[in-house]
Nanobody
Framework: QVQLVESGGGSVQPGGSLRLSCAAS????????IGWFRQAPGKEREGVSC????????YFGNSVKGRFTISRDNVKNTVYLQMNRLEPEDTAVYYC???????????????WGKGTLVNVSS
């Protein structure tokens, strides 16, 4: 069965960097897309990115474009979200997600991890 496990969350000062990991099991990254979402207390869920391993296409939400990047390790079947120049507004629980397509990705994904907390504060 599809399983997603996030890690790498923590506290960081504004302007700092953090790398989140999404370890996937039960499927190959070549057959799925990996999305990152985040949700802060009192706010609606926000799409961060969608990554299609088959061709490397990557989509980012407007609030993180130019600051976040995606990479993958095919051997470990793991996708990484590199977050740079973090801002307090980036504070949220970040979720790794998976589905079959990045089409309309911001509307949601089929499979979700449990999330990892990122806190950006001075």
């Amino acid at each position: 069965q599809v399983q997603l496990v996030e890690s790498g969350g923590g506290s960081v000062q504004p302007g700092g960097s953090l790398r989140l990991s999404c370890a996937a099991s039960g499927f190959s990254l070549d057959n799925y897309v990996i999305g990152w979402f985040r949700q802060a207390p009192g706010k609606e869920r926000e799409g961060v990115s969608c990554f299609r391993s088959s061709d490397g296409d990557t989509y980012f939400g407007n609030s993180v474009k130019g600051r976040f990047t995606i990479s993958r390790d095919n051997v470990k079947n793991t996708v990484y979200l590199q977050m740079n120049r973090l801002e307090p507004e980036d504070t949220a629980v970040y979720y790794c997600t998976a589905d079959h397509s990045c089409t309309a990705w911001q509307l949601g994904m089929r499979y979700w991890g449990k999330g990892t907390l990122v806190n950006v504060s001075s």
